[in-house]
């Protein structure tokens, strides 16, 4: 199993959170803001780090090395979605290098394979030319480990675009089962998909299944910020509830405009959390 991955799943239950928060805000500012605010209550925290104004470049001070060090003392995993797509050798550049440096300070990135197998590998030795240690963590009362002290893995993940949430997307069956073939050939680097559902089917798939379009229903809203399941928003982006996508058997649920626009976004996470939380502990353990 992918290093991360094992992270993730003991961070899932020690949290008792299944819940990444979508940043998609547009100042960096109130994207560290953010972070501080639902940390306690989730398990991964997702960036965009291209709709940020205000960005700090900074390897030591800036937003990259904050965003990490609030990732530390929350405990959670930073995903920049920045779902390369481009030849191995750009995409090595578009990680490593330019204005954010991703590598530096996101454990975890996604990548479409449209371009073919490739870009997983060239994904996959930029990140092993990352020069990053592994950290220890102090998390107070670590319930099942029996010291306090986690060591962060030093490795950094990959998610493939298995499929989509957007109406219309070409991400069909065969382009589906074709990630999955890909995925199992670099096992050591993808943790897993951005999917609908859980794409494990051979004994030794252990992959992580992170899905977005998510939203609460109406009766079960604080506020109105959110979208209805069942419906898409003005531009095709469709909706699902928490619980339906847990149930599914989806490792994680990720919630965007539903947490960021709402009044309270602490509130509105701890929501999402406990919904989803619990729709984990009903699901039948494999
Ligand atoms: O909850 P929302 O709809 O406000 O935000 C959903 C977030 C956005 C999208 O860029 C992202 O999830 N997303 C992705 C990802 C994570 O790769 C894939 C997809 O198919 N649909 C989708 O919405 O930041």
């Not at 979208?227 to 847990?246: H, M, N, R, W």
Request: charge should be negative; glycine fraction near 8%; aromatic fraction near 8%.
């Amino acid at each position: 199993m992918h290093p991360l991955t094992s992270y993730l799943r003991r961070l899932i239950r020690h949290k008792r959170s299944n819940l990444c928060v979508s940043a998609d805000i547009t100042n960096a500012d109130e994207m560290l803001a953010l972070a501080r605010a639902v940390g306690p209550s989730i398990v991964v925290f997702k960036t965009h780090a291209d709709i940020l104004s205000g960005w700090d470049p900074d390897p030591v001070h800036g937003t990259g090395a904050k965003l990490a060090a609030i990732a530390r003392k929350y405990l959670f995993l930073v995903f920049e979605d920045r779902k390369f797509a481009d030849i191995g050798f750009t995409v090595q550049l578009q990680y490593a290098g330019g204005v954010h440096r991703i590598v530096d300070w996101a454990h975890i990135v996604n990548a479409h394979v449209i371009s073919g197998p490739d870009v997983v590998r060239a994904l996959q030795e930029a990140a092993d030319s990352w020069g990053g240690e592994e950290i220890n963590e102090d998390v107070g009362d670590a319930q099942e480990s029996g010291s306090d002290t986690w060591k962060l893995p030093s490795k950094r993940g990959l998610l493939l675009l298995a499929q989509m949430t957007s109406a219309g997307n070409f991400l069909n069956e065969e382009y589906t089962s074709n990630c999955v073939a890909i995925a199992r050939q670099y096992r050591e680097f993808v943790m897993g998909f951005i999917a609908l559902k859980p794409l494990n089917s051979q004994p030794e798939d252990d992959f992580i299944v992170m899905t977005p379009g998510c939203s609460l229903p109406p009766e079960e809203s604080l506020d109105d910020s959110e979208f209805v399941p069942g419906s898409e928003d003005a531009l095709g982006q469709q909706y699902v509830t928490p619980k339906e996508l847990i149930l599914r058997g989806c490792d994680i649920v990720i919630v965007g405009r539903g947490i960021c626009n709402a009044t309270d976004p602490s509130a509105k996470a701890e929501q999402y959390r406990g919904v989803a939380w619990q729709a984990y502990e009903e699901r039948p353990k494999l």
